[in-house]
């Protein structure tokens, strides 16, 4: 039951944030899946206990890969799909018990905090890459096999 409302919300702050930044309309239940499917991935892979980075770095790359063939399929930019997917990867609770522990005074626990803070958007930035870098592959490898 908890992973229903889990994934339930996963969908609501993806197509939230897409109303809020203004995607069109007609992507907006796209985006809401990608972020979701995206969630999910999080989720599993986080709960086999392979640890933040590589939860956030798989989850950012199923983001990429799904939010480029979105692109291709709706005829629009990926960022239409890839910024509001992010949403549920964001570690906005990390930030903010960093912001917390450091004003009361637990420096240590705030650079803790610090420290997942950079590990998830690290893993975000490197699982977006290596999604652009598996896209221009398969493209490059459908290039060759039509060419044949």
């Given at each position: 039951?908890?992973?229903?409302?889990?994934?339930?919300?996963?969908?609501?702050?993806?197509?939230?944030?897409?109303?809020?930044?203004?995607?069109?309309?007609?992507?907006?239940?796209?985006?809401?899946?990608?972020?979701?499917?995206?969630?999910?991935?999080?989720?599993?892979?986080?709960n086999l206990q392979l640890g933040l980075a590589l939860s956030n770095l798989t989850?950012?790359?199923?983001?990429?890969?799904?939010?480029?063939?979105?692109?291709?399929?709706?005829?629009?930019?990926?960022?239409?799909?890839?910024?509001?997917?992010?949403?549920?990867?964001?570690?906005?609770?990390?930030?903010?018990?960093?912001?917390?522990?450091?004003?009361?005074?637990?420096?240590?626990?705030?650079?803790?905090?610090?420290?997942?803070?950079?590990?998830?958007?690290?893993?975000?930035?490197?699982?977006?890459?290596?999604?652009?870098?598996?896209?221009?592959?398969?493209?490059?490898?459908?290039?060759?096999?039509?060419?044949?």
């Open positions: 039951m908890v992973m229903m409302i889990e994934i339930f919300f996963a969908f609501i702050a993806t197509v939230g944030f897409g109303i809020i930044i203004n995607i069109p309309h007609r992507a907006l239940v796209v985006a809401g899946l990608i972020g979701t499917v995206a969630w999910l991935v999080y989720w599993l892979f986080f989850a950012s790359v199923a983001i990429g890969l799904l939010s480029d063939v979105a692109a291709r399929r709706m005829k629009m930019p990926m960022l239409i799909f890839n910024i509001p997917s992010l949403v549920p990867l964001v570690p906005g609770g990390q930030a903010y018990q960093m912001v917390r522990n450091i004003a009361l005074g637990d420096a240590a626990q705030g650079m803790r905090f610090l420290t997942e803070v950079i590990e998830i958007t690290g893993s975000i930035a490197i699982g977006f890459l290596l999604a652009e870098l598996l896209n221009k592959l398969w493209k490059k490898i459908m290039q060759k096999k039509a060419s044949f």
